[in-house]
């Protein structure tokens, strides 16, 4: 009898997809599993892993070889596109994420995109890094990429409070010439990623249920994303955090692959909603859970999304650096028990 192993790979994707169901849930996190134990373990640290292509890579794979996540995802921050348009980014370090300090649109000026904005230093070690992934472990581990939507670009180009100024106004205008100008840095970013070797690319866009309400996502995002879903080539996984309960059927129509999601929207609700349009990813809790909680209380949480029919079993969103890694490790036992 031939019994044919399923790689990381292939249970990430027939998950994405809603294929075959493998032998067990596959474990992972489309945006980051990045804590001080998994730098500490891997000899590779922040702020070199957000500039330099071989450490970032090199912290990703921790992931995998280390935790055990059937996914490696090389973008630690959110601000490699706000870098290469023009703010100013202090990288950081070991206890602290990058941050933009400046925003260089915040009079919604009209923003042009350089033609090399691949080539900024900030995308392209991002490039650089998926390129490395998949000469590592290409065809045998999940490689996803991560692009910044126009909303969350948006609110770092013009800075967040004063961009949902302007939604509070309902001055469409100048929203929508920011959000269509913004468009094709995460097209074009998405794209590449995919041509460097990534199988597939989250698009975090914080239109958040803590910020806006779902008459704005259905009027200014839930268009652009429909013909960024189109644009794209490769399976997309629709990242926004927070309380999204009010818009998840708008997201299914928006044309996501999947959907990566908090603790705040329960699984058993999120499945029965839209199980069968999208896949779903997550959604264990940070802070009280992964942050401050046991590793029996991550294994708890993560078997009741199993049992809810969650797609991808991992963390709600990236985790906080002091995350102790046993508590990470337990969400791989949890996708392991029984199988």
Known sequence: ??????????????????????????????????????MDASGVSFPHAHTDASA???????????????????????????????????????????????????????????????????????????????????????????VMGPWTLSYHMAGVENFLRRVGRRDGAAINRMLRQLMPVTIAFAGAQFQAGADVVVLADHATGDLVGPYHYKEYLLPIHKEITAAIGGPLILHVCGRCADRLELFAEAGFDAYHFEWQVDAKEAVNRVGRKMCLVGNVNNPDVLLMGRPEDAYRQARYAIEAGVGIIGPECAIPLPTPIENLKAIVSAVHAGY
């Open 1 to 38: 009898m031939l019994i044919v192993k399923e790689t990381s790979l292939n249970l990430i994707m027939s998950a994405v997809f809603g294929g075959r169901k493998g032998l067990r849930p596959p474990a992972g996190n489309p945006t980051s599993v990045v804590c001080h134990g998994l």
């Open 56 to 146: 970032m890579a090199e912290l990703a794979l921790a992931g995998h070889d280390i935790l055990g996540f059937d996914t490696v995802m090389p973008e630690y921050s959110v601000h490699q596109e706000s870098a290469a348009l023009g703010s100013h980014v202090d990288w950081g370090h070991r206890d602290m994420m990058p941050d933009a300090k400046t925003h260089p649109h915040a009079d919604f000026s009209d923003i042009i995109v350089p033609e090399s904005l691949l080539e900024k230093p900030s995308m392209k070690v991002v490039l650089d890094a998926i390129s490395n992934l998949r000469r590592h472990v290409g065809g045998s581990v999940a490689i996803v990429g991560k």
